[in-house]
């Protein structure tokens, strides 16, 4: 959520305006930038697009300078409008101020300013943080940023410039992150590696509690409490390329078509000689784990429902999956004979942290799925698997999301052969696993077709998405992948669960997406998609080639090849990924950037 960009060395202001473009896919309605220009603190800011911003500064643009931080905001605190947009600067404009988080005692720390004489002309809570540090200033930037976030509560990550500190940026994080690199002649920080990738691949991540002093020449990193702590940097493996979109019209549908190899990146390595190797899990002690317990949000969630799926379906293992945000309010029934799976894509995910650290507390040991190396949740876990996708810019993940199910399936399979032992079934399922790549390229020509498709539905305004066994969570991704980018209403029910309250909503303006592979539920399913036809409702089925009974349930019909029955979740998953896409695309909206939502949840 937000974007921070924070240079210092010797680079252009547009430079600084060019890298908080590459923030925009985490949410935003305003933008800006503070910079030290010939002695004076220049600040602009918008309520609007970053375009706008560079349009507004159009004259600024090719002005050298040593130091600057830039802002997108997405609005908590006060509406969005120019004033409310960051940076925020003191009383006498010489400390500019970029914040990500929520500052949960701002009230009582603005009433303490007040009453020593700050003026305040914002809303916002970051607004608090520009004064405290004034209030501590005396002399010493990085010691007045110490003191000052000393005093919050709350999840931060801020970057401090000061008019009479040339070249040094001051930074601190708590709870939201943010990212340090190093180049040439060049310190550079922002809110994720995309920005940094054109000036380095060496990047540190600070943790809870660090404060950081950032010069041209070098970093210093330091505890809150003044101290240094061991910080490594860390190598990232994809380019500044990978993040651009080499053609396409949107970054989704790039990401939906690099979906072949998020597949190929997130099998590499990882089956020998028949079987799983997932040397990560070695010192796990997977045979005395009597029970797992799963947390993640949105789509990661319903990849950890085919995950619980799997597992139940094909062990005796006891398999607990809870929404984050719930489980971390929850007193978790674990101990060290429990394994916590923690999934998110950014591992910066607020409520997944914090049902991690809830679940370390109480004994359990950690293992995430992550893309993001290096992330918070990566630091904190006893065990990280990396999906391996890439960088994914699209709001609504959909590379990985197959990403997630394939490092999941590998997880579930290394847990079955400990417990259970290994059989030519799941031989069979790990061979069509290696074969899934080719596939996915055969399904991804029926772009057209989908799109056709698409084109029928697009000024419906509502949708049900249904499903039984693994497709169910199929049918909730599905629902919330059309909702989150079209705006059409969007739900998803298990097919048996339409008699008992569903069904009353179906009518002709009220179609159908079934999801109805020929497994071992398929006879159920298709007594439920009757069901939904008698009352008029248009059905669009997604099932298994071959199965001619669907031309006559479906009034449109979607196909994908036959393969064991818990793969089924990730052969559709571009299905309906591109339903949604095409859809959200004929209607003139920009699926990267949906309305209110930004690619990482790092507040609660």
């Known amino acids: 959520?937000?974007?921070?960009?924070?240079?210092?060395?010797?680079?252009?202001?547009?430079?600084?305006?060019?890298?908080?473009?590459?923030?925009?896919?985490?949410?935003y309605d305003s933008a800006g930038v503070a910079y030290l220009l010939n002695n004076n603190l220049m600040v602009h800011k918008v309520s609007g697009k970053v375009d706008q911003l560079r349009e507004s500064m159009r004259g600024e643009l090719a002005k050298k300078i040593s130091e600057g931080i830039a802002h997108t905001r997405w609005a908590t605190h006060g509406e969005p409008n120019d004033i409310n947009a960051h940076p925020h600067t003191d009383c006498e404009k010489k400390i500019a101020v970029v914040h990500n988080g929520i500052i949960e005692n701002y009230k009582e720390?603005?009433?303490?300013l007040l009453k020593k004489g700050h003026r305040f002309v914002s809303e916002t809570d970051t607004?608090?943080?520009?004064?405290?540090?004034?209030?501590?200033?005396?002399?010493?930037?990085?010691?007045?940023?110490?003191r000052a976030v000393l005093r919050l509560?709350?999840?931060?990550?801020?970057?401090?410039?000061?008019?009479?500190?040339?070249?040094?940026?001051?930074?601190?994080?708590?709870?939201?992150?943010?990212?340090?690199?190093?180049?040439?002649?060049?310190?550079?920080?922002?809110?994720?590696?995309?920005?940094?990738?054109?000036?380095?691949?060496?990047?540190?991540?600070?943790?809870?509690?660090?404060?950081?002093?950032?010069?041209?020449?070098?970093?210093?990193i330091y505890y809150i409490d003044g101290t240094r702590?061991?910080?490594?940097?860390?190598?990232?493996?994809?380019?500044?390329?990978?993040?651009?979109?080499?053609?396409?019209?949107?970054?989704?549908?790039?990401?939906?078509?690099?979906?072949?190899?998020?597949?190929?990146?997130?099998?590499?390595?990882?089956?020998?000689?028949?079987?799983?190797?997932?040397?990560e899990l070695k010192d796990l002690n997977i045979e005395d784990i009597y029970r797992v317990d799963l947390v993640s949000c949105g789509t990661s969630f319903y990849a950890s429902m085919i995950f619980k799926y799997f597992l139940e379906n094909h062990s005796d293992m006891v398999v607990n999956l809870e929404v984050s945000s719930e489980y971390r309010y929850k007193r978790p029934h674990v101990n060290d004979r429990t394994i916590l799976i923690a999934v998110s894509q950014s591992g910066e995910t607020a409520d997944t942290l914090e049902?991690?650290?809830?679940?370390?507390?109480?004994?359990?040991?950690?293992?995430?799925?992550?893309?993001?190396?290096?992330?918070?949740?990566?630091?904190?876990?006893?065990?990280?698997?990396?999906?391996?996708?890439?960088?994914?810019?699209?709001?609504?993940?959909?590379?990985?999301?197959?990403?997630?199910?394939?490092?999941?399936?590998?997880?579930?399979?290394?847990?079955?052969e400990r417990k259970e032992g290994w059989g030519s079934y799941y031989s069979d399922m790990l061979d069509r696993l290696l074969r899934i790549p080719e596939i996915y390229e055969n399904i991804l020509r029926k772009a057209e077709k989908i799109r056709k498709i698409s084109e029928k539905y697009m000024n419906y305004r509502h949708f049900m998405y249904i499903g039984r066994g693994y497709g169910y969570p199929t049918a909730l991704e599905g629902a919330l992948k059309l909702k989150e980018i079209t705006y059409i209403h969007a739900?998803?029910?298990?097919?048996?669960?339409?008699?008992?309250?569903?069904?009353?909503?179906?009518?002709?303006?009220?179609?159908?997406?079934?999801?109805?592979?020929?497994?071992?539920?398929?006879y159920k399913m298709k007594n439920n998609v009757v069901e939904a036809r008698s009352r008029n409702a248009r059905i669009?089925?997604?099932?298994?080639?071959?199965?001619?009974?669907?031309?006559?349930?479906?009034?449109?019909?979607?196909?994908?090849?036959?393969?064991?029955?818990?793969?089924?979740?990730?052969?559709?998953?571009p299905i309906i990924q591109m339903f949604a896409y095409f859809i959200s695309d004929m209607k003139g909206l920009d699926p990267d950037k949906p309305r209110n939502l930004a690619k990482s949840v790092t507040v609660e």
Not at 188 to 198: E, F, H, K, Q, Y
Not at 366 to 373: A, G
Not at 393 to 407: N, P
């Open 540 to 573: 669009i089925v997604l099932g298994t080639e071959g199965n001619k009974e669907l031309k006559e349930i479906g009034d449109d019909v979607i196909t994908v090849p036959s393969v064991p029955e818990p793969l089924y979740p990730l052969l559709m998953a």
């Open 109 to 112: 720390l603005k009433e303490e």
């Open 153 to 220: 509560r709350g999840a931060y990550a801020i970057a401090v410039i000061h008019k009479e500190i040339p070249k040094v940026i001051v930074a601190a994080r708590k709870g939201s992150p943010l990212v340090i690199g190093k180049g040439k002649g060049l310190s550079l920080l922002a809110s994720d590696v995309t920005p940094l990738l054109r000036y380095t691949r060496n990047v540190v991540f600070l943790e809870d509690g660090d404060v950081a002093l950032l010069r041209p020449e070098d970093v210093e």
């Open 491 to 522: 739900t998803a029910y298990p097919a048996g669960e339409l008699k008992h309250g569903p069904i009353a909503l179906l009518d002709k303006d009220f179609p159908v997406f079934a999801v109805i592979p020929s497994d071992s539920l398929y």
């Open 127 to 146: 607004e608090v943080i520009a004064h405290l540090i004034e209030d501590e200033f005396h002399g010493d930037l990085l010691e007045a940023v110490r």
């Open 229 to 279: 702590p061991l910080r490594n940097f860390v190598r990232i493996s994809w380019s500044e390329k990978d993040a651009e979109k080499s053609g396409y019209k949107h970054f989704m549908y790039k990401e939906i078509m690099e979906e072949p190899q998020a597949i190929v990146s997130a099998l590499a390595g990882r089956i020998k000689k028949g079987k799983v190797f997932l040397e």
């Open 355 to 416: 049902s991690v650290r809830l679940a370390k507390r109480f004994g359990a040991r950690v293992l995430s799925v992550v893309n993001v190396v290096g992330s918070t949740l990566d630091r904190e876990s006893d065990v990280s698997i990396y999906m391996n996708a890439g960088p994914e810019i699209g709001v609504a993940a959909t590379k990985t999301y197959v990403a997630e199910l394939v490092t999941l399936y590998l997880i579930a399979l290394k847990f079955i």
């Open 1 to 27: 959520m937000c974007g921070i960009v924070g240079m210092v060395g010797d680079f252009e202001v547009g430079e600084l305006i060019q890298n908080l473009k590459k923030l925009e896919y985490r949410g």
